[in-house]
Every structure is written in structure tokens, then in C-alpha cells.
């Protein structure tokens, strides 16, 4: 049936019917905001409303969270001190360390996910140590980051968030993981993590720009769909419990895919780079930031993600309770 038997205008004309058959919807329940946690505070100057947290005042800011209905933060550390093989990341009493500790303290019930990687901590911001020939040396770097994951569990984190891009660091945690008595630890595998301009505000945010050359050695081509498939595949043998894509809005065709290829549960990372346009458009008058935010954010949900890590989602969870 076609035209004028069929008019979809019908079931758009109030309120309540266009409630009754919307097929995506948005809940704080889905949104985790990170947070950017340092020995002490400041703002970040390319993404208003997001700062660097002292752990003070990033507890302050859990409690907030909390109330309004998001179930978790993922944390990043930004150390006082780097060196080359990034020694602050595995360190009982390193800065993700203490603040994962406080935070579990204050807010038992608020999820902690801890990002697993080395840039923030070493002194050439590369995600892992370096061969001598100036390359990031692969299979070194897995020992370093699973003795992280297992530092971050000690401390109390709920979910291990690995954001290198190692070849075999989801198998290599699982199994240090397991081997220290943490085999009800969950781990979200940034699994399609691509080589992407939109990190620019996070790099000033965590300090994390490498010193030389670039990520494209590890994180995946923007123009490949069917490599990221394959990431995700062999992060799910290894054991990851959540796959991850990231960008989100540049890649949400890779979102549908990879939901389309997994009965595991997906995320999405709204990256600062996104974040900073929105932002950036809504000052300057371009449009409504509430409206342009959460029709992102179901965008991201339509594509197939179930998790959204966003920097809008403390004011994305006010909103969507008014
Ligand atoms: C660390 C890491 C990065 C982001 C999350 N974890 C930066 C990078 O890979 O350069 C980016 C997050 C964002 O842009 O919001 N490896």
C-alpha cells in the first residue's frame, strides 16, 4: 500500500504517539563521563566544561554523577613524572591508583573503569615502550600493560579498559588478570581504535601527544571497515567481556557492523575532538547545544552502540531528566 492509504505522518502527530514507536532510546544508564584525574586541578582550555580533576575534587564530582544517574567514570591519570618505559602507570600508589581507591571509597556503587595504556606516562607518549630502533616495541609493552590492569584491579577498579593497541595485550591482561585472582574482572577492549585527528583536545588534556612521529603504527586506518571487524574478532577470542569502537560519529558505519558481527555488548567513545566541535558551534551560535547533543548521542545508540563514553554526559543525564 502506497499513498493515500499509507501517510507515516499518522503516527507523528502527537507527542505521545511519536514516544510510543521511537526505536532508540537514550538513558543516563548508557553514558559514562571520563574523567581526567592529576595532582592538581586546572581547566582544559579546548574543552570547556571538562577540567583536570585533583582526586578531591574528582570524589566531589562522582557523588554528582552518581546522583544524576550515570553509572560510571572512566579514569585517567596524569602523572607528575614520565619516563621511558611509563613506570608510573603500574604503580600501587600511582594517581589512577589513588583516585580508584578514594572513589570506590566514597561511591561504592559507582563503576570504575580504568583506561590501560602508557602515553600518559611516558616520556615519548607513545601507548608502549620503545625497541631500540625507535619503533614501539609490541611484545614488550604487554607485560607492562597487563602488571598496569593488574595494579588498576588491586586498586579496585570495576572494568579494565585497554586503549593501546597492542596485538595480544586483551589475552595477555585476561591472563594476568586471572592469574592474580581477578577473574570476575570485566574488560572493555578499545578493540577498533583508529589513528584519529579528533584526539587533539585529549592530548592536551592528558599530556599525552607522542614526542615523535604518530599512532599509525598501532591504531587502525580510518579508511578500513573490514581490519576493524577483524580487531574486534581477535579481541573477542582473547577474552574481551565489551568491544569498543572509537571515534564514534566519523566511524558509526563501524558501529553497525560490529554490532551486526557480535552478540557481545558495544561501546562507542565520543572523543574530546567531537566534543570540541560541539562545543565550539554552540558558542558561536550555531545552533542549540542541548538539541545538537542528545541527537548525537541517540545517533550513536541507533548505530548499535549499547555504552557511550562522553564528555556530555553529565549535562546529557540533566537534560534527559527534565
Ligand atoms: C590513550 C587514549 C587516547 C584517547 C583515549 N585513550 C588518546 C590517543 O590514543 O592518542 C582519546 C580520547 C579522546 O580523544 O577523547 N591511548
Sequence with gaps: MAFPDTRLRRLRRTAALRGLVRETDLSPRHLLTPLFVAATGAPIGL?????????????????????????GVVLFGIPDEKDAEG?????????????????????????????VCLCEYTSHGHCGVLASDGSVDNDASLELLARTAVSHARAGADVIAPSDMMDGRVGAIRAELDDGGFNELPILAYAAKFASAFYGPFREAADSAPAFGDRRSYQLDGANRREALREVELDIAEGADIVMIKPALAYLDVIAAVRASTLLPVAAYNVSGEYAMVKAAAAAGAFEERAVVLETLTAIRRAGADIIITYHAKDAAKWLAQ
Design 47 to 71: 574543552m570547556p566544561g571538562v577540567s583536570r580533576l585533583s582526586i578531591s575534587e574528582a570524589v566531589a564530582e562522582c557523588g554528582e554523577l552518581a546522583a544524576l544517574g550515570i553509572p
Design 87 to 115: 613506570s608510573g602507570a603500574w604503580d600501587d600508589e600511582g594517581i589512577v591508583q589513588l583516585a580508584t581507591r578514594a572513589i570506590k571509597d566514597a561511591h561504592p556503587d559507582l563503576l570504575v573503569v580504568t583506561d
